[in-house]
C-alpha cells in the first residue's frame, strides 16, 4: 500500500500542514492586521501581516496567480512521487513531507484568500515576516540536504 511505503512522509506533511494552519486561524482571530505583540521587544515579534507574493514578498506588487498553480504542481508532484516512486529513507521522507506540508498550507490559503498570513517577525536582523509553512519548507529543504551527504550503511 503506497500511503505505508513512505509512512513518514504522509505523517509529517499533514502534521506540517495542520499546525500551520491551526496558528494561522489563531493569528487571525488574535490579531488585527498590521498588530504587533512584542515577545522579545526588538528581537522577535508576533506581527500579522499578509503577503500576496512569493517567499520575503518578493513579485508581490505584480500579479502572481501563477503561486497558487506553483504550489498545487509542488504538491501534486510530492504526492505523486511518494505514492508512485521508490521507499525513501527517513531523512527524505521527513524532508518531502515538510516541503509538501508548507507548500500546501501557503497554496491554500494562496487559494481561498489571494494572500498568505505571515506573523513571526524576528526583528533583532530586520528579517522578513514569515509563518509555519515558510519554516517547513527550509528545514525540509535541509533534512533533504543532510539526507543527499548522509552515507549509506
Not at 29 to 41: A, K, S, W
Not at 103 to 129: E, K, M, Q, T
Request: glycine content about 10%; charged content about 10%; hydrophobic content about 55%.
Amino acid at each position: 500500500m503506497p500511503l505505508k511505503k513512505n509512512s513518514y512522509f504522509w505523517i509529517v506533511a499533514v502534521a506540517s500542514l495542520i499546525l500551520d494552519h491551526l496558528t494561522k486561524f489563531w493569528v487571525v482571530q488574535q490579531f488585527e492586521l498590521g498588530e504587533t505583540l512584542p515577545l522579545l521587544p526588538d528581537v522577535f515579534h508576533l506581527t500579522f501581516v499578509t503577503n500576496t507574493g512569493a517567499a520575503f514578498s518578493l513579485f508581490s506588487n505584480g500579479g502572481v496567480l501563477w503561486l497558487r498553480w506553483l504550489s498545487l504542481l509542488v504538491s501534486l508532484g510530492l504526492m505523486a512521487m511518494a505514492w508512485f516512486g521508490p521507499h525513501f529513507n527517513r531523512w527524505e521522507q521527513v524532508g518531502y513531507g515538510l516541503i509538501l506540508g508548507g507548500a500546501l498550507g501557503n497554496g491554500i490559503d494562496r487559494f481561498i484568500s489571494g494572500y498568505v498570513v505571515d506573523f513571526l517577525d524576528f526583528r533583532l536582523i530586520h528579517f522578513p515576516v514569515f509563518n509555519l509553512a515558510d519554516i517547513s519548507i527550509n528545514i525540509g529543504i535541509w533534512c533533504l540536504i543532510i539526507a543527499t551527504f548522509r552515507i549509506k550503511t
